[in-house]
């Protein structure tokens, strides 16, 4: 070929590689924009959907806080269910890398024939029965065939596509096996997930896991499958290294695990005696409001699922009656003339000190609260501190319980929550109140920025705890002792 015709050669491929180039850019230019209008089309149906659930909790919907919710909890109920928009070939393809095995006759080790395991993937789903986030620590093996392994990322890319839809857990674990296995086409995939699901606020023991309802399940095909097989030993074993014991721990079915299925509710039409029943009735069932039940379902339905599809059916019902646990009550608006917001009455006189007052503290009180950004809740501990006002009396634990139960269980924001209940202490101690809420938001870790690990300490410091740095010192001392010890 002579120089001229290499010239327009190299001219016509690179030309060619422009327009594929322009015509893949074109493509998700295009994508993007069917993906933007579509998520505008869902939020549009979804927001008044939303403030129909804020006005049922007696909320004002135009106050500061609440004013953007409704965008937001689309946005995360988009952002939660965009695996139904995810192809898991996109995700695959390209990511298949060659590398060979040894000779099936000596052993099984590196590519086709050995096993690979990818540990504690972090996911977060949403509970089909009740619209509340779970976790999961997802576990997967394969063992490549045909000379190729797929890139390690791959593995909890494709397992993320099956959590970002409405689930339960084995339906999960089954989907993200079965896509792995049509996509890599390996010897075998196995996958093992240890799943949690927040308990009714009522049975939330502390900010740690205890409390949540755990099951675990697993999924497996080809080679992995069988009682006696020897890839999943060795699946098993590789998991137990890392203390996961899954022949101890799986469970078959996951039907009954979410606790708001135990707790359902009748609809409340506006006449109660005629409330249609979904189950049995707790006595502590509140009806839910049959115009909030409606919103949900058509929340459902902007997110393109179907709200008759069996595993739906009563979803609406439950996390309405999940957010009528948290609904403003009456003696709120009582209440405002009560809690203190002149901030001079809590200074207290320069160089009082208070070594010789006992400080009360009342520690590890649990709450659950409802995050009024984004409808999700936040939860963990209080610890509550006071100086002794010189009278002798101890307020009982059970009344600060219930002062953390009253400002808790509402749509809040933790500052407030805690502002709040200090403000309410000093009006009982006069002399000093001091107040640090440790907490879990699941808006922090199921969605948008996605800190699993992450935790958020407030502290609230009023009157002569302001003055006397021992004092704060000697209650910071006592919650670091008891840390560990609560349960
Ligand atoms: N200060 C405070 N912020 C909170 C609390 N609960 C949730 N948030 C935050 O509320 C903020 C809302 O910000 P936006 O940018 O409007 O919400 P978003 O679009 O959902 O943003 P991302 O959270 O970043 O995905 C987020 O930063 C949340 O983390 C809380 O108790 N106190
Ligand atoms: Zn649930």
């Keep these: 070929m002579g120089a001229l015709e290499e010239a327009h050669l190299a001219t016509a491929t690179a030309a060619a590689a422009i327009s594929a180039c322009e015509c893949e850019c074109y493509e998700e230019e295009e994508d993007d924009l069917v993906e933007d209008e579509e998520a505008a089309a869902a939020a549009d149906a979804m927001e008044p959907a939303v403030r129909a659930l804020l006005l049922g909790l007696g909320e004002d919907a135009r106050r500061e806080g609440l004013r953007r919710t409704p965008k937001r909890v689309a946005k995360a109920f988009r952002d939660g269910t965009r695996g139904y928009r995810q192809k898991v070939k996109d995700i695959v393809q390209g990511a298949l890398f060659p590398e060979v095995g040894v000779d099936k006759r000596t052993g099984s080790a590196g590519g086709t024939g050995g096993q690979v395991v990818v540990r504690d993937i972090d996911l977060f789903s949403y509970c089909e029965s009740c619209l509340l986030p779970f976790s999961i620590q997802c576990h997967v093996g394969y063992v490549p065939s045909g000379g190729r392994v797929v890139g390690l990322s791959k593995l909890s890319r494709v397992a993320d596509v099956f959590a970002k839809r409405l689930q339960n857990p084995q339906r999960l674990a089954n989907e993200v096996c079965g896509a792995l296995h049509a996509s890599i086409q390996p010897a075998g995939v196995a996958v093992a997930l240890q799943c949690w699901h927040i308990p009714l606020p009522e ?109 739906l059916v009563g979803t609406p019902q439950r996390y309405v009656q999940w957010l009528m646990k948290f609904r403003a009550c009456n003696l709120d608006v009582k209440l405002n003339g009560f809690t203190l917001n002149n901030l001079s009455v809590y200074q207290s006189p320069a160089g009082d000190a208070t070594d010789h007052r006992a400080i009360h503290s009342e520690l590890h009180l649990p709450f659950c609260a409802q995050c009024e950004h984004h409808l999700l809740p936040f939860y963990g501990v209080v610890h509550i501190g006071y100086l002794d006002s010189g009278d002798g009396e101890v307020i009982d634990r059970s009344h600060f319980q219930a002062l953390v139960h009253f400002y808790g269980c509402k749509l809040q924001v933790q500052e407030r929550m805690t502002r709040q209940i200090a403000e309410a202490v000093y009006s009982a101690s006069h002399c000093g109140a001091i107040v640090v809420v440790e907490a879990n938001h699941i808006c922090m870790i199921s969605r948008g920025i996605e800190k699993i690990r992450s935790s958020t300490a407030t502290i609230a410091v009023l009157g002569q705890f302001l003055t006397d740095p021992s004092a704060k010192a000697r209650f910071l001392q006592n919650v670091l002792d008891t840390t560990g010890l609560a349960v």
């Design 203 to 311: 049975n939330l023991k502390c900010k740690t896991s205890q409390g949540w309802i755990s099951t675990s399940h697993s999924s497996r095909s080809g080679v992995f499958e069988g009682e006696s097989s020897s890839f999943w030993n060795d699946f098993s074993a590789l998991l137990k290294l890392r203390g996961i014991d899954m022949d101890k721990d799986s469970h078959s079915s996951s039907v009954a695990w979410c606790p708001l299925r135990s707790h359902d509710v009748p609809v409340c039409n506006g006449h109660c005696k005629k409330a249609t029943t979904h189950g049995a009735i707790s006595p502590k069932s509140v009806p839910a409001p049959s115009n909030m039940v409606s919103a949900v379902s058509s929340m459902l339905l902007s997110l393109g699922e179907d709200p008759f599809r069996k595993e």
